[in-house]
């Protein structure tokens, strides 16, 4: 008898389940049919369905990427590749905060391997300005695996890098130069300093004291007027001390 109720108790156990599981396939059949008929028909742009923090295709803000690599080396499978150049140190605007952050180095080359990359927001992270994001953007599908390596520094912005790198070449060599001048100027002026001597110092020290001990212009109100006798002329009274015309 215990056998025989074991086994129309699992009976019983597996139609209650099965009921059970039906019963949400049944409530389904009364409702209206809510399929997203995507892409052709969707109540709302994709872009707006999807969450803010929703990690889509890489994407990097090359106007505030500073080039520290901290996301190349932060990437565990190496998706990104950057090559940069020097250029004269300009300020660029956090994308977090809008802080200005100094800007030495330029990128002329941004690689993002999107069939390697497996969305783990390490090279997120570090950044510094936010340069690098993750985008809401999710349709990838191509026939050629090419097609989701990202280029992202086109050969215009290159151009234009390698000038902005020359000019700062040009403009750190002429500072060098002009230090480079004074330094040797300053050395020279020491050198005949110490060539003279103290003979070299005392002349020109004296040179100096003449120079100050030069008799200077009249006083105003000495100067003789028109037809007067300046005193002590021998000339005006014959040399014995008479008016030359007694």
Not at 74 to 83: G, H, L, S, V, Y
Request: proline share 9%; aromatic share 6%.
């Amino acid at each position: 008898m215990q056998v025989i109720a074991d086994y129309v108790r699992n009976i019983a156990r597996g139609a209650t389940t099965i009921l059970e599981g039906m019963s949400v396939t049944f409530s389904h059949m009364l409702r209206p049919p809510i399929t997203t008929q995507y892409p052709d028909r969707t109540p709302k742009p994709m872009v707006d369905l999807i969450p803010e923090r929703y990690r889509g295709f890489l994407w990097v803000d090359l106007d505030i990427c500073i080039s520290c690599r901290l996301c190349e080396r932060a990437c565990p499978i190496d998706c990104i590749q950057i090559d940069d150049e020097k250029i004269d140190k300009i300020l660029v605007e956090s994308r977090f905060d809008g802080k200005p952050t100094p800007k030495i180095k330029d990128p002329t080359r941004f690689d993002i391997n999107l069939y390697k990359c497996m969305y783990c927001a390490l090279c997120v992270e570090p950044c510094p300005t936010g340069a690098i994001f993750f985008t809401k953007e999710f349709e990838g599908s191509s026939p050629h695996l090419a097609d989701m390596h990202l280029r992202l520094v086109d050969d215009q912005r290159r151009e234009q890098v390698l000038a902005a790198a020359a000019a700062a070449e040009r403009k750190a060599q002429a500072e060098k130069a002009a230090k480079a001048k004074a330094e040797a100027a300053k050395k020279a002026a020491a050198a005949a300093a110490a060539a003279g001597g103290p003979a070299a110092q005392q002349a020109l020290a004296g040179s100096a004291t003449g120079v100050q001990d030069a008799p200077g212009p009249a006083a105003p109100g000495t100067t003789p007027a028109p037809g007067a006798t300046p005193a002590g002329d021998p000339g005006a009274d014959g040399g014995d001390g008479k008016p030359s015309g007694s």
